[in-house]
């Protein structure tokens, strides 16, 4: 079955490390997106990609890169991780056709010490 | 620009009665409007979506949601509900394609027993 999935789950660094978290769906959508959750402040978009070498900056990009070689992969980096920066985050996928709908992955639960 | 409103944190709702969820949003114009469940430690999960047609949209376990333009609102509903419908429920809008996601709060509901 398709499925999306994110590595690590969960993640300790420490502040001014570079972090990479990886997103990897079999869906072949040509929409990701990466999200943040936080207490108080719900789902917000980070980074965004149409399509292989589309990026686009979302509502709290600064700090965060990503790139996209490929469909089936958005990794998301931390350039030099804040302790601001722990939190959940998730990937998602929609095909951006028929399909309207997002599908998530598990999340990935980082914290910077 | 995009919004979503859901105007209650919390909803409390006794096993068995009817439960509903409130969501309002804005969108200049035609309106992509979606429900997702996220239960402790997990991604979110996709329940329903109103793309065009009947106003009364039917989705996973149950629930069901109606859209009111005039009201600009689209708030989910079960007729019974059941415990292992807790959980915290996010309402999104989307202007085309499911690109531009944008996402509610959250709502937490808690079914008692």
């Known amino acids: 079955d398709a499925e999306i999935t994110q590595s690590p789950r969960h993640k300790i660094t420490e502040t001014g490390r570079q972090v990479t978290l990886a997103c990897h769906q079999t869906w072949n959508h040509n929409n990701m997106f990466w999200y943040r959750q936080d207490l108080g402040h719900g789902l917000r978009l980070i980074h965004y990609?149409?399509?292989?070498?589309?990026?686009n900056k979302g509502e709290v990009s600064d700090g965060y890169s990503v790139s996209r070689s490929n469909t089936e992969d958005l990794p998301l980096t931390l350039e030099s991780a804040a302790s601001s920066q722990t939190s959940v985050y998730f990937c998602a996928s929609s095909d951006g056709g028929r399909v309207y709908e997002q599908y998530f992955g598990p999340g990935t639960r980082l914290t910077v010490t | 620009a995009q919004s979503v409103a859901q105007p209650e944190d919390q909803v409390n709702v006794a096993e068995g009665n009817p439960l509903t969820v409130k969501c309002t949003y804005s969108?200049?114009?035609?309106?992509?409007l979606f429900w997702y469940v996220q239960y402790p430690n997990r991604g979110l999960q996709f329940l329903l979506k109103?793309?065009?047609?009947?106003?009364l949209v039917k989705g996973s376990y149950g629930f069901e949601a109606e859209f009111n333009k005039s009201q600009t609102s689209f708030h989910l509903k079960k007729p019974s509900a059941l415990v292992s419908d807790s959980a915290l429920y996010f309402c999104?809008?989307?202007?085309?394609?499911?690109?531009?996601?944008?996402f509610g709060p959250g709502t937490r509901l808690s079914v008692l027993p």
């Open positions: 990609s149409y399509g292989v070498q589309d990026t």
């Open positions: 969108v200049s114009g035609n309106p992509y």
């Open positions: 999104a809008v989307s202007d085309n394609y499911g690109q531009n996601f944008v």
């Open positions: 109103y793309i065009t047609g009947d106003n």
